[in-house]
């Protein structure tokens, strides 16, 4: 039986903090607790990359990640994202969504990746979405996306 502790982290940008079970998967307090539903819950193992976010701006399965790992940690998802970030206009351009669910952890997965290289080749593009899964589009549409995506000047908005 755990016993909860005081949470603080840096959630999108804001201090935040709140009295968790330590073993909570952070991908239920976000969603239950926090009422931050754009990951989404694919497999449940970290196989899919639905629940990507970005943990002191590495990309993380949230599924897989623990609450009291966050302890004075910065997370971001997707809703952390500014709505001006070019993935989401290349992500719309591209047709590269359809059902929805593989799309927030595609679209964290390829913002970390822009912001360690802001100009990366399509087999590193294809490299760095290889945890995400996406069942309905082929990803070609989702590769032309953050390939479109990283020509926007200055490769990212902040």
């Keep these: 039986m755990s016993t909860d502790i005081t949470l603080r982290l840096t959630l999108n940008g804001q ?14 307090l976000l969603r239950e607790d926090l009422g931050l539903t754009g990951s989404k819950e694919g497999c449940g193992e970290g196989e899919c990359g639905a629940c990507a976010v970005l943990l002191d701006g590495a990309m993380v399965n949230s599924c897989l990640l623990l609450a009291g790992q966050l302890q004075d940690a910065a997370l971001r998802t997707i809703e952390g994202l500014p709505t001006d970030d070019p993935l989401f206009e290349a992500f719309a351009r591209a047709g590269a969504t359809q059902c929805g669910i593989c799309t927030p952890g595609m679209v ?17 593009i294809r490299e760095a979405l290889a945890g995400n899964l996406c069942r309905c589009t082929g990803y070609v549409r989702i590769l032309d996306a953050v390939e479109a995506a990283a020509r ?7």
């Design 15 to 28: 201090p935040v903090e709140c009295v968790v079970d330590p073993t909570r998967r952070v991908l239920d």
């Design 108 to 124: 964290v997965a390829a913002r970390a990746l822009l912001d360690r290289e802001p100009a990366p080749s399509r087999e590193r």
């Design 152 to 158: 926007v000047p200055s490769g990212r908005a902040s």
